[in-house]
């Protein structure tokens, strides 16, 4: 099945505003921080408060966002700084679906680091040269690519059963055509397998979904297993492309899976 309408025609309607993908307001020198696709990273919260070992309280239960990354250049622009008020009119939706899962009680952090971060690079594109509109633009995509409902449909819920990560790898290429990466915590002492944590759509600076891995890289088909650390060692922190096999998607504290 292919993404519904409503992310073909986002997407063509962002094409036709990228008129000059080098003009970078605010980027410093493209030579130092050439990026060629950007990351739509989903992450799932139960796992996000695994991995940090905090006690955050009543994640979300369902996947938010972690960030929109160009693959290979951060922090473009040191004077570009964050200005909350810029996104204000997008403060509803930022809250809900790009919450810092860690300090639930102050997002704006998490905002200031993934607009400095990544953000002042991702501005190259003249679609999302301003605050506004790489945070709204992030959330556009994010609402059009539908992951939590695509997994819905696909049957793939959080559980105290395994998924075998070429299944969910397999089932979501099917929905959108494309590659993903999805992302996992190691086996950490005492655990038997790895656990869910992100899921990466890749998109072309037109804005189009592609692949995020191609055959011959790690994790993409045909390419080397991901490098590993042995399972069932504790210090294994820290995500990781997933390795071909069992993996636990967890339910949130509390539900019944
Ligand atoms: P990046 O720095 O590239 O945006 O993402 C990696 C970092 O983000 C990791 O240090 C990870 O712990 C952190 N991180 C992941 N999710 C969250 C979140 O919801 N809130 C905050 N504050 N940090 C997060």
Redesign the pocket.
């Known amino acids: 099945m292919r993404p519904a309408a409503p992310l073909r025609l986002l997407l063509s309607s962002l094409c036709l505003a990228l008129c000059c993908p080098g003009g970078a307001r605010g980027s410093r020198g493209s030579d130092n921080h050439e990026w060629k696709k950007l990351i739509m990273?989903h992450?799932w919260?139960v796992t996000?408060c695994k991995?940090?070992e905090n006690d955050c309280r009543d994640p979300p239960d369902y996947w938010?966002i972690?960030?929109l990354?160009p693959d290979k250049a951060?922090e473009c622009n040191g004077s570009w700084h964050f200005h909350l008020e810029e996104i204000k009119d997008l403060m509803p939706e930022m809250k809900m679906y790009w919450?810092?899962?860690?300090?639930p009680l102050n997002?704006s952090?998490?905002w200031k680091?993934?607009w400095e971060?990544?953000g002042t690079c991702a501005a190259q594109l003249d679609a999302l040269n301003s605050q506004k509109k790489y945070f709204g633009g992030s959330l556009d995509l994010y609402r059009d690519l539908d992951l939590n409902s695509m997994l819905q449909k696909l049957g793939i819920k959080p559980s105290i059963n395994y998924y075998q990560v070429s299944d969910i790898k397999d089932a979501l290429a099917g929905i959108y055509g494309v590659i993903p990466k999805i992302q996992c915590l190691p086996p950490q002492q005492g655990e038997e397998v790895q656990t869910i944590g992100q899921i990466e759509l890749c998109f072309t600076k037109e804005l189009r979904l592609r692949n995020c891995t191609e055959p011959g890289e790690p994790g993409g088909p045909g390419g080397p297993a991901p490098r590993r650390p042995r399972a069932g060692v504790s210090g294994g922190t820290?995500?990781e492309v997933c390795e071909d096999g069992p993996a636990f998607y967890p339910p949130p504290p509390g539900a019944v899976p």
């Open positions: 990273v992450h919260p996000v991995e940090v938010t972690h960030g990354w951060e919450p810092d899962v860690i300090h997002h952090h998490f680091h993934e971060k990544h820290g995500l």
